[in-house]
């Protein structure tokens, strides 16, 4: 009876581990990355702001959005399923703040080479850091990292990698893990590790992160539940701000919140970065 009782328990755990999404890298990656080349039209739409065009470690596009009145520059990790070009107005936002601002592509998406996955993107954003770091001679007291949705996450795998700042969380999630169970109830039977490695969970990073918090919090969001922001904006420590845009979906800005949002990246910057400066 004890050898029928063990057997048949190391066989549920079997069963169980071979369930866990942990062990289906491949399923789990095609389900949560949606890359998106550049827009044909690309050249003509960027240059009204006149980035720099960069390539990382001769894989990652990058754009660099120069401010040459700041000593500061902002990561920017855009969303799951469009490249960053679709984000280049709030690089705009984010210069006109105060800040110079290095946006990314993750492998695949974009020009960038590749094909990601949550270690891939994870790599992707420490890569971006350290070129910041070692190549651009930055100061990690002066780079704000800003994370839009699933970017949130590689914001957080970026800030355990290396010091900033300030942290600006658009639209995004406590942990991919916690947004998973929250849609599919069956998942509640796995912990976070047996879910995803890295985890790109956002609120492991406090109380141990620092520096200034700001949480952007879409009034429209359908994808990720704003919850996730409130417990955010709870769970940071030290100096921290919350901000709703009461008609933005998920990780865009709604034109009629343009200007709440512009003056948001502003009032922070002067209030908390620019001031330290």
């Known amino acids: 009876m004890n050898i029928i009782l063990a057997v048949t328990a190391c066989l549920l755990l079997a069963l169980y581990l071979f369930l866990a999404p942990r062990f289906h890298p491949d399923l789990v990656n095609q389900i949560a990355f949606h890359p998106a080349p550049e827009p044909e039209d690309t050249e003509a739409y960027l240059k009204q702001f006149a980035p720099d065009r960069l390539t990382i470690d001769n894989r990652i596009s990058a754009l660099f959005f120069k401010n040459p009145n700041s000593n500061l520059v902002c990561i920017y990790s855009h969303g ?19 800040l110079s601002v290095l946006m990314y592509d993750y492998s695949g998406y974009g020009k960038s080479v590749g094909k990601p996955s949550f270690s891939v993107v994870a790599e992707d954003g420490k ?24 970017g949130g996450g590689v914001s957080s795998e970026i800030a355990r990698h290396g010091d900033s700042c300030a942290l600006i969380l658009d639209s995004t999630f406590l942990a991919p893990a916690t947004w998973a169970k929250d849609r599919i109830a069956a998942l509640h039977i796995f912990p976070e590790q047996l879910i995803l490695a890295p985890s790109l969970s956002v609120e492991a990073l406090f109380p141990a992160y620092k520096g200034a918090v700001l949480v952007l919090k879409p009034g429209n969001d359908q ?53 330290h400066h």
């Open 223 to 275: 994808v990720i539940p704003t919850s996730h922001s409130d417990r955010l904006f709870v769970l940071a420590s030290g100096q921290k701000t919350l901000v709703t845009l009461p008609h933005s979906p998920h990780g865009i800005v709604d034109g009629t919140d343009l200007e709440l949002y512009k003056s948001t990246l502003k009032a922070f910057v002067d209030k908390y970065l620019l001031a």
């Open 127 to 150: 890569a971006v850091y350290d070129y910041l770091t070692n190549t651009m001679h930055y100061k990690p007291s002066q780079i704000v990292l800003y994370g839009e949705s699933i």
């Open 80 to 98: 799951n399923a469009d490249s960053m070009i679709y984000r280049a107005y709030k690089a705009e936002a984010l210069r006109a703040a105060g």
